[in-house]
Structure formats: C-alpha cells, structure tokens
C-alpha cells in the first residue's frame, strides 16, 4: 500500500518551528509535501490573493522533503499546492500548523492557520489545523507531540464528516501531562478591541490593534474550558455558514413579499 | 426619539460606487457613520491587521456624512470604528458593501463585505452585507435600492438572531424587476483554481490565481437558485463555526484517550 501523501502548510510561515516539527511528525505517517508562506501570515482570516500575483519557489528549508514558499496567505498556500504543484495528485490529509498562540473560540474566524485547514475541507480533504496555546517566545512545543500524531493517525485511519475539519488546540506546558482529548464545541467570547493610538515622526497619527478575550461562556463543553483544564481541545468545524436555525424565524417575523 | 446609528463599510474601498448608494440609502434611516478601506480588500476574507499598524484619516467624501478611511481591512475599520471613532457610541446597525461582485455560496468566506458584517454580529449589533452578482465595469446597481431599504428596515424592525449576521445577494439588473426576497441556505460549491503561470522581465516565474466555479447543488433553497430564478437571496450565517452534527460522530468513531 502506498503512503499516504500529507501536505503540511501553516501561517507563521516558512521558517516556524512549529511547522518543523509538525514536518518531523508527519513524517512517520506518510509522504510530506510543504507549501507554506514565505512569511507569517497571522490574522489572515481566509484571506486570498485576487487582484495581485503569487511567487512561489522551492526551498531546501528541510532535509529530504519537497517544499515550497509562497508570497501567499494560507489559503493560498493550499489552493497553489492543489492547483500547481501536486499537478493532480490529491493529498490523503492536510495539516497546519503548528501555530504559535491560540486559535480557540471567536479565534478560529480570524485564523490563517484554520483558513489553510479549511481550504482544504473544501476540497473534500480531511483537514486539521493545529494550535499551542501559548504565546511566550520560547514556548515549549514538545508535550503535544504524541497528541498531533495521536488525531493525525485517527484522521486517516476514519476520515472526517464532509464538510469538516478539525480546529485542534493545545494547553500551554505545564508540569503535569496533558490530560487527554476533548472533542468540544466553539466557546462564545470576542475580543474587546483597544487602539493604541501614537504618532509617527511627521506628526501624523497610526493605531496599533490591540485587545482582550472576553469569555462568554460557562460550559464545560467548549474548547477554553478543555484548554483551561489542560486538555487538547478538538472542534469539528464547517464552512457552511448558514444559521440553519435562524431560516426559519426570518420567514417568520418578516415582511419581505409584501 | 433619536435616528438610530448606522455604521457603513466595505471592502472595494472609500471611492466605490456601491459604497457610495449605500450612504444615499442609509441617510434615509438613521445618522450614517462611515469608515471604509482606504483602498480595496476583495478576497480578504477575516484578515485582521496584527503585527502591523493602522493608519485612520477622516475623509470628505461624502456631503453631510462624517467618513473616515483606513489602511487596514474590512474587519479592521469595524473595529476601529468600534474601538475608536465612535468613542462608546454602539450602531444600531453595520452595513457593508454594495460589493461589486457576488459573495453567494462558498465565496461568503472569502468575502471582505461579509467579514465586515459579521464583525459587527460578533460585537452584538445587527449586521448586513449587501452584494451585486455582476462583474461587469459598468454593472447597473439601481435596480437594488428598494431591497437594500426594505431589508435594513426588516433588520432595524426586528433585530436578527444573537450571532448572526445577512449575507444579502442581488441578481444582475434584467429587463424584469427583481421577483422577491428569498431566505436561503448557503450553496454547496467550490471554486476550481487554475493558476495562469507567467514568467516576469527577469525570468522569475509569477502566478495569477484564476478559477472556475462549480456548483455542487441541486436544492432550490440556495442563494446560487436564488439569484438564477431573479430574486434577491438573504442567507443567515453564524460565526460559531463548530459542526454540532460531527461532535457526537467522531466521541463514536474515535479511540483518542485509549
């Protein structure tokens, strides 16, 4: 049987550690292929590049594995892989990641390392996108390992529902063993903006966004609760954006036809 | 009783001109506020600008309304518009576009307007993205002004559902008038990529992204039906992207904490 072919992509970019070590990981698992931005690319949303043109070029970034930089978003970065490099071979399973900080709750709509994971349920290919929860500059990537081989190796062992991919958060290192997996749902919360407002040396003023996480939610079935209590958090989510539930109240209350 | 706060964005930027009619509609309904890319954003998706600053400049685009431009994305001037220019102040309403250009089906994902709208469902305020299927350089947007009211009325009337935000889609200007208002679910669909390669003055290889659309949906409750049958489509999208139906699935399918 052939191996299954694996492509790897992220949003911190070509250079990440994270995305070295989600390489290492892969490895064992199947054939690895990397496209991945030339830089970081964080807070992307599922942004694409229309309007503008794309560079990509191979790169020798990692012993033994074809990979490629693009001037590109995340996104990008998938469609690029599907579209041009692979010239019609499918991959088996598409892996980003893994992100330095957290992509849990409200995170996951304004998240570069999700849009690649996403682009490629869209493609109908089991998707996931990984993230550590932990934003100091030397954080500790090493007790996730067993859990992104553990959720890769059940992806490709049971597929994903169509339409799917899984949104995957770690806790940041702690002394205690990361307790297990907690398939969850979306915490409620957003983000309260504050803009730091300065002046440039011509006088003129720039903001720079900044912010915190308001929690919204008490349930103990959401991924901040899972990453709270030291659990890897996994959300299964859609790109099927309908409120389904919300049809059928518009019909209802409206006057639209009248 | 005081006219209630309208904010307006887009993503084609301040000097387009469906953002332009969607001030002349608005100032109809309340005290319009605008702040709008200072240039376009098409494909951004939910990018927001971190890692980067923002620039903000008040504009005199528009007679009589006070607007202001900014550097960053669609997600980003509602923010800023929030955060900053508004000073407290909470719009009754956020409205983004007209977009020149469809944003039905899976484009809703890739969509500057719509990322606009649901940032502003995210902060609790209800939010509509309004768009006009027609690509052409001189689209006719006049025959969309009666929905666009009739719609924002419905929204400022009844609310919308807690986190949920309109995906409102108009059909090209045909020699009949537009038949209704449908509410829809989102189109099941992808874009099928093809990159146009090129290679520049100095030998370097560049891609243009390019695509075909293909429509995987036979249902006549979808925005794609919608706009093919002539009526204007309203789809509720969400921002809780978690697949509820894939939770129960994969506690069944998978031996995570064996």
């Known amino acids: 049987m052939s191996k299954p072919?694996?492509?790897v992509s992220n949003d911190d970019g070509i250079i990440a550690h994270g995305?070295?070590?989600?390489?290492?990981?892969?490895?064992?698992?199947?054939?690895?292929?990397?496209?991945?931005?030339?830089?970081?690319?964080?807070?992307?949303?599922h942004a694409i590049t229309i309007g503008?043109?794309?560079r990509l070029s191979k790169t020798d970034h990692f012993e033994g594995i074809t990979s490629y930089q693009c001037s590109g978003t995340p996104a990008d970065c998938v469609k690029i892989a599907k579209g041009y490099v692979l010239k019609g071979r499918k991959p088996?399973?598409?892996?980003?990641?893994?992100?330095?900080?957290?992509?849990?709750?409200?995170?996951?709509?304004?998240?570069?390392?999700?849009?690649?994971?996403i682009e490629g349920a869209v493609e109908e290919?089991?998707?996931?996108?990984?993230?550590?929860?932990?934003?100091?500059?030397d954080a500790d990537f090493?007790?996730?390992?067993?859990?992104v081989v553990k959720i890769a190796e059940q992806v490709l062992a049971h597929g994903l529902p169509k339409g799917v991919a899984l949104n995957v958060n770690f806790p940041p290192k702690q002394k205690a063993a990361i307790k297990g997996i907690k398939i969850c749902r979306q915490t409620r919360a957003k983000w309260q903006e504050e803009f730091d407002r300065r002046i440039d040396p011509?006088?003129?003023?720039?903001?720079?966004?900044?912010?915190?996480?308001?929690?919204?939610?008490n349930g103990e079935d959401n991924d901040e609760w899972a990453i709270a209590n030291n659990y890897t958090s996994v959300v299964p989510v859609s790109f099927d954006l309908t409120a389904y539930h919300a049809i059928a109240a518009l019909n209802k209350d409206w006057d639209l036809n009248g």
């Not at 598409?94 to 992509?103: A, K, L, T, Y």
């Not at 290919?125 to 500059?137: E, K, N, R, T």
């Not at 090493?142 to 859990?147: A, F, G, I, R, T």
């Not at 720039?206 to 939610?217: A, E, N, P």
């Open 5 to 7: 072919l694996i492509l």
């Open 19 to 45: 995305l070295k070590l989600l390489i290492e990981l892969m490895k064992d698992l199947g054939e690895v292929i990397v496209v991945a931005p030339d830089g970081p690319q964080s807070g992307m949303g």
């Open 92 to 117: 088996d399973l598409v892996v980003s990641g893994i992100n330095h900080g957290s992509n849990t709750s409200i995170s996951v709509i304004y998240s570069g390392t999700m849009s690649a994971a």
């Open 125 to 137: 290919i089991p998707s996931i996108g990984f993230s550590l929860c932990d934003y100091a500059a």
């Open 202 to 217: 011509n006088g003129r003023q720039y903001f720079w966004l900044t912010g915190s996480f308001i929690h919204q939610d």
């Open 52 to 54: 503008n043109t794309l």
């Open 142 to 147: 090493s007790h996730v390992k067993e859990h």
